[in-house]
């Protein structure tokens, strides 16, 4: 598996890569939202969407708080890279 961020520390690699993936579903979950939104879904449909993305950050923000500042801070310039805005 290719590495999309690295880690100074090998022993936080595996959650670096968790962040990494729990923040792009946190972003395709709020692409369809915002979709659903805009046109015209359910009230249903656009709450489970919702739904969906609150839990999807909440799990992003969970993985996080557990990385050490220097992994967020060195996480955070390479995502910025890549996707130009930070994870947090």
């Known amino acids: ?3 999309i961020l690295n880690a100074l520390n090998k ?3 595996a959650r670096i890569n968790q962040v990494y993936n729990a923040d792009r579903k946190y972003h395709a979950a709020v692409d369809a939202s915002a979709f ?3 046109y015209g879904a359910s009230k249903y449909e656009i ?6 993305q609150e839990v999807a950050f ?3 923000e969970n993985l996080w708080e557990t ?6 801070d060195t996480a ?3 995502y910025f890279a890549i996707h130009g805005y930070s994870i947090n």
């Open 58 to 60: 909440n799990k992003l």
């Open 11 to 13: 022993k936080y690699q």
């Open 1 to 3: 598996m290719t590495n």
């Open 36 to 38: 659903l939104d805009s």
């Open 76 to 78: 955070n310039k390479q």
């Open 47 to 52: 709450s489970k969407a919702e739904y969906v």
């Open 67 to 72: 990385l050490p500042k220097r992994e967020q």
